[in-house]
């Protein structure tokens, strides 16, 4: 992160050593990580609104241009969990992404160049700029 920060002529803080303070709690559901870590990290429940998981998942079949049904029993399972694990509203509403939630555009206020690195690529690719997302790690910087 420091390097990718510092190419972007952004400054920040002095890297303090990973606490390991879980600001957001890991995902520990084996279905959740099998299905939902296929084609991206296993973004955590506590990212998202209980509503915003409820329409992803009521239409799994078109999910950000790609097909990631499964079948009604394992849906309602992970639909269970990631309610259940949900964040809360924040005043945000119920984005349709992470990367649409208000908190998130407030901590990522990048000059575009940023998200166009080819480490990078997509600004849903938490991990590339924070080590320890998939344990639920993002107060790394
Ligand atoms: C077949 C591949 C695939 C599977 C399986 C899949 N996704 Fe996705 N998902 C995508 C793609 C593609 C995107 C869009 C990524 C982007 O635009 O950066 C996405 C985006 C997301 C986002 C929004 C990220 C952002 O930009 O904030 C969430 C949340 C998400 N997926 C959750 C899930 C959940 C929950 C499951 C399991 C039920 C799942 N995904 C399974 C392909 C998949
Ligand atoms: C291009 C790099 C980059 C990407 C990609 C990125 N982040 Fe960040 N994120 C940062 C930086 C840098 C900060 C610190 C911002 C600040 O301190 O003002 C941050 C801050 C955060 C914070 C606040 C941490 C705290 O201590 O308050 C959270 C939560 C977070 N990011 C989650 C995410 C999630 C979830 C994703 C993926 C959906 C993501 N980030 C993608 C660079 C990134």
Not at 42 to 51: E, I, S, V
């Amino acid at each position: 992160m420091r390097t990718l920060i510092f190419a972007a002529g952004l400054t920040i803080a002095a890297l303090p050593a990973l606490a390991g303070d879980h600001r957001v709690a890991p995902v520990r559901d084996a279905l959740v990580q099998k299905e939902c870590g296929q084609c991206h990290m296993t973004f955590q429940p506590g990212l998202l609104p209980a509503a915003s998981w409820e329409r992803m998942m009521d239409k799994l079949a078109d999910h950000y241009g790609d097909n990631a049904a499964v079948s009604a029993e394992k849906g309602a399972a992970i639909r269970a969990y990631l309610t259940a694990n949900a964040g809360r509203d924040r005043r945000g509403g119920t984005p349709s992404r992470i990367t649409e939630a208000r908190w998130f555009t407030h901590e990522h206020d990048f000059p575009a160049p940023v998200w166009k690195r080819p480490e990078v690529v997509t600004k849903s690719n938490c991990p590339a700029c924070h080590q320890g997302a998939e344990q639920g790690l993002y107060d790394d910087d």
